[in-house]
């Protein structure tokens, strides 16, 4: 007597499970997925509407072009930063560095020193404090976050002791930079597309670029990979040095003065890291975006523009930007934690 298995009952066509929809390829859901950063666009989007509504003056052209001069200085330092953090590094000195630039070249101006002398020896200075920041970090075991929040405090206190409590006018001697246009776009602007547009392309087709990406990565592979890490890392804080320098002259530009503010340069430093984080840069290296800084750049802009027009105090702008910021740390974390379980 023989045993026969039983046959596997046979499973009708109509009841196995089909795919979801947001798994097909192609589907609405699995497209929408693809965006890049399409959570920051709906954001900005929806602030945007809300200012609007709220406003009248939100979206005419005297505003949105005043938009665009403010987030110009924030624009450029976060460019900067953008290349230090994909190569896992930080700078928290930008914002004082370029306080101090600000008060040196407002009193080469008032002294009667040419705009091209002081344009380029402020950019010097800048780069020689990026250079020092880069030097004790490569070649001491302080973290980059710590190195760079001391230079930052010390920055402050050079920053007032320049304009010994005084406020340092330039008069019109940049105002072509600071409150000219050019085919309808602010000249500020300019400057700052023309530093972001330069940063996306080193990234992207540079050897410097893909060396950022190995070391923010890995920093003991991209050793062994043959990269000349320590150089790298020179080049870079430099680098930051003097778009930080760029962007003293661009904010003395827009101001026509240079006044005595502690804690101005940690504020601002502030906002160009929370642009860069929730622009989708991470916090531990490896990943970088100009688009998204850009985006991130805009929305901190438009938030703090959209506050003034609603006439809220601005006493809560420090407080939207620590928001934003702790929300875009949790937000980068998850996506780093989603990342690692596929």
Known sequence: MSLKTAPEAAVPTGDKPSPRPEHRQGGPLAIL???????????????AVVAGTQSDAFFTDANLLNVLRQVSVTAVIAAALTLVMTAGGMDFSMGSNVYVITAFAAQLIHAGTSVTVTVLASIALAMGMGLVNGLVVTYTAVAPFVVTLATATILDGVSLIILDGKTVSIGDSLSGLGT??????????????????????????????????AI????????LSGISVNRDKLVLYAAAGALSGLAGIMLLSRLASSSPTPGAGLMLQLSAVAAVVIGGTSLAGGHGTVVGTVLGVVLLGVVANSLNLLQISSFYQPVSVGTVLVLAAIANQMQKSRHGAH
């Open 216 to 223: 923010g990565g890995n920093e003991h592979v991209a050793r």
């Open 180 to 213: 000219g246009e050019t085919a309808g776009l602010p000249n500020l602007t300019l400057v700052a597309l023309v530093v972001l547009v330069l940063t996306a392309l080193l990234m992207k087709y540079t050897t410097f670029g893909r060396d950022l990406f």
């Open 33 to 47: 997925h693809r965006v890049p950063h399409l959570g920051l666009l709906v954001v900005l989007v929806a602030v």
